[in-house]
């Protein structure tokens, strides 16, 4: 049987690839849809502050992480560059401390900020001091450089908090 036989064996072709098409379509589509909607609903619903705090604070005490809430609340920014839609702005210095420790064969613990209050406050002066004395000049677009601000200005809310445990 050549290519030209495939047509006549009982039923047209082209009718059944298009309905069994539209079935598969409407109800992919009702799937999709469905899950696009539960994704956009996390994404409202997941904190930004609080996954970032867990990058770089996953043993850290209940205080620290407070303090770390409360600043991620008044500056309107988080200690990982992280926005609000998820995206890094840049790359912070917790992140380049996170990077550092990997660089340095340790895979398993990226805990920057420690076990107690005095490691997150002595973690955060060296994020703070680097973010304020780079090592090399590195030309930045405006958009990062208003980020470093911010993330600048939750490192010294943070520390403040910390300070007064």
Known sequence: ??????????????????????KSTESGTVGFMETVAERIEQEKKTDYGEKAFDMVGPNAPQEVKDAWMDAAKEVNANGMGIRGNGMMSHISQMMVQRLNKQLKGETENFDILGSTVES????????????????????????????????????RAFLEKLERL
């Open 1 to 22: 049987m050549g290519i030209n036989g495939i047509g006549t064996a009982c039923y047209a072709v082209t009718g059944y690839t298009a309905r069994k098409s539209e």
């Open 120 to 155: 997150a406050i002595q973690a955060t002066k060296e994020a703070l001091y680097d973010l304020e004395h780079p090592r090399v000049y590195t030309p930045r677009s405006i958009e990062v450089q208003q980020a470093r601000i911010k993330e600048g200005e939750f490192y």
